[in-house]
């Protein structure tokens, strides 16, 4: 149980193009969802947390404006990278947390690959 | 707000050797604590969460941590590991009143034969 679906795996782009990434929970409702954000060999930095029928909330340092969150559903969030330029290229990973029957936790999607040429 | 220390980027280990890698954590409040491990090219797998209860806290493929309060410490342990275990591990914080969940820099676990 507490699966979440990340699509696309891998996505090329063209620089000053906008890529969409959708994550979704399979068989729970997540009120929240966390987008994570991951250079090579380096840990996972938090983007932004996502609320169900509210605005995300954003890290320091994160643009909103470039990093357009949407949490339209109980089990849908999607990240857009607006206008994507090269140093946007990293491995974006998105969580939901989960509650339920006394067990507390996360689950991740498998990541997406984004290279912006 | 959190924040979670590994001091150690990298670990290089002989084949059934004993390994600990360490973290420590910063929290105005209580936590939760996890350890997860990445493999090249994949997501995160769970290995083991500290949630409350008895602060020995046994995971997957034979690991364990303990959580140490008084040290803000909750190190990982492997008693003999193998080849297989090479790859990425992070310690994550979140904190009780939040629901954000804070990763570590990481530790890359090279075990060699």
């Known amino acids: 149980g507490a699966v979440v679906s990340q699509h696309p795996s891998r996505v090329i782009c063209k620089s000053g193009t906008s890529v969409k990434i959708e994550c979704r929970s399979l068989d729970f409702q997540a009120t929240t969802m966390f987008w994570y954000r991951q250079f090579p060999k380096q840990s996972l930095m938090l983007m932004a947390t996502?609320?169900?029928?509210?605005?995300?909330?954003?890290e320091q340092g994160v643009e909103k404006d470039k990093f357009l969150i949407n949490h339209a559903s109980l089990t849908l969030s999607t990240l857009t990278v607006t206008s994507a330029h090269p140093e946007d290229s990293s491995f974006y990973i998105c969580?939901?947390?989960?509650?339920?029957?006394?067990?507390?936790?996360?689950?991740f999607g498998s990541g997406t690959r984004l290279t912006v040429v | 707000a959190q924040s979670v220390t590994q001091l150690d980027s990298q670990v290089p280990v002989f084949e059934e050797a004993p390994v600990e890698l360490r973290c420590n954590y910063s929290?105005?409040?209580?936590?939760?604590l996890f350890w997860y491990v990445q493999y090249p090219n994949q997501g995160l797998q769970l290995l083991l969460k500290y949630l409350s209860g008895s602060t020995l806290v046994k995971g997957i493929n034979g690991f364990e941590a303990e959580f140490n309060k008084s040290q803000t410490s909750f190190h990982l342990r492997k008693p003999s590991v193998h080849i297989s275990d090479t790859a990425e591990y992070f310690c994550?914080?979140?904190?009780?009143?939040?629901?954000?969940?804070?990763f570590g820099t990481g530790t890359r676990l090279q075990v060699f034969p």
């Open positions: 969580s939901a947390s989960f509650t339920g029957a006394g067990i507390y936790g996360y689950t």
């Open positions: 996502s609320n169900e029928g509210s605005k995300a909330t954003y």
């Open positions: 994550a914080v979140s904190e009780r009143n939040t629901d954000k969940l804070i």
């Open positions: 929290s105005s409040v209580s936590v939760y």
